[in-house]
């Protein structure tokens, strides 16, 4: 029977690994997006109107703006609060209503159908989107999507929400991929053109997206070092079959249902994953949640299965509901979430049967055994 090993030797790896931790508000992963704009670019922050992250060559650097300022994004300075529309949720700063002069509706952080009406910087009162809509904050108006607030938690929807407009930036998801914000805050996507008669590139050739010059170029290793496994613009977008859904590949109980035209946030009770196989809401241990999604979401333990499919190994380590990736166990092992070990390929199948995370993993012997 393969060793098991303890728990001790896995925080071993959790503390090598949280020096190099990267910058996230929710599932907004700072650090990420400073890899997909220009360096020098500044980027909003969803936790407070004061706050934005400058994008440097070894990432975001945090900044305040003084007493009175928020982030004016599009202009990329900080600049009186009253002139600038901040849609960051309420309770992240004092006085809600501090520097907004005139009408102003305002979102509750932590409520997505609450908001605040302001009066010439005065809190009047606070009011509540009707069933079957909610508060959008860009708009400051209700909007029509489901929405719960069992789930709280700082939430990025929209890119061009901590993007500036009118500028070009690439997708962590591959290396052909552009992003345009829009003067509205509408998000633009589209794919670099391998056969740009202009340029006279060939097939293959100018497939790549070149975030420091905002030109399509062609591939190399510092072109593309971008793209990872997270996709800035995983979660919403465009449809067009109604009722299609998909889960979100951050937050394991979030899911998106197509209304004919864009992809509507829903959100699974408490204790309960979208199960992207039932296409519905189930149990947090046998939901076959979405690849990538943080399943220290309403866990009760330090460490936890990732999404792994293949072998069942990938684990994360679980602080205040963030997962930080701390596997694969040993080859040989599986990770088993109940007694917190890598425990022996020789169980798998049993575990597998009663934990959706780990559904269709094979022990790595059956996976390489050729067929007879």
Request: aromatic content about 8%; proline content about 3%.
């Amino acid at each position: 029977m393969a060793g098991i090993h303890l728990l001790a030797c896995i925080l071993c790896l959790v503390l090598s690994k949280a020096l190099s931790a990267d910058v996230v508000e929710g599932n907004y992963n700072v650090t990420a997006f400073c890899t997909s704009v220009k360096t020098g670019t500044r980027l909003g922050s969803l936790e407070s109107c004061e706050k934005y992250y400058q994008c440097s060559s070894t990432g975001p650097v945090a900044y305040n703006c003084g007493s009175g300022l928020s982030f004016d994004l599009a202009n990329q300075r900080c600049a009186v609060s009253s002139q600038v529309n901040c849609a960051v949720g309420v309770g992240s700063v004092g006085n809600p209503c501090a520097g907004k002069t005139g009408s102003n509706w305002l979102p509750i952080q932590g409520n997505c159908k609450g908001y605040v009406f302001c009066q010439d910087e005065k809190e009047i009162g606070t009011g509540t989107c009707p069933s079957g809509s909610k508060f959008n904050g860009q708009t400051q108006a209700c909007e029509s999507g489901q929405c719960s607030d069992e789930i709280g938690g700082t939430y990025l929807q929209n890119l061009c929400s901590v993007v500036p407009p009118s500028i070009f930036f690439g997708s962590t998801a591959d290396c052909a991929t552009w992003n345009y914000c829009s003067p509205s805050g509408e998000l633009i996507t589209g794919s670099c053109d391998s056969s740009d008669g202009e340029t006279g590139a060939t097939e293959d050739s100018k497939i790549a997206f070149n975030v420091q010059q905002q030109v399509c170029d062609y591939t190399s290793d510092s072109v593309c070092s971008r793209v990872t496994d997270k996709d800035l613009t995983s979660g919403g977008g465009s449809c067009d079959t109604s009722g299609e859904k998909k889960g979100d590949s951050y937050v394991c109980g979030y899911y998106y249902v197509c209304n004919g035209e864009t992809f509507v946030l829903n959100y699974c009770p408490t204790g309960q994953y979208y199960d992207t196989v039932a296409e519905a809401c189930r149990l947090r241990q046998i939901a076959v949640a979405t690849e990538g999604c943080n399943r220290c979401q309403d866990a009760t333990t330090s460490f936890v299965n990732a999404v792994d499919k293949t072998a069942c190994r990938e684990y994360l380590y679980c602080k205040n509901g963030v997962g930080t990736p701390t596997g694969p166990c040993p080859a040989g092992t599986y990770f088993d979430e109940k007694y917190q070990v890598c425990a022996s390929d020789e169980n798998l199948q049993t575990y597998v049967s009663d934990n959706g995370a780990c559904s269709g993993a094979v022990a790595e012997e059956e996976a390489t055994t050729p067929d007879d």
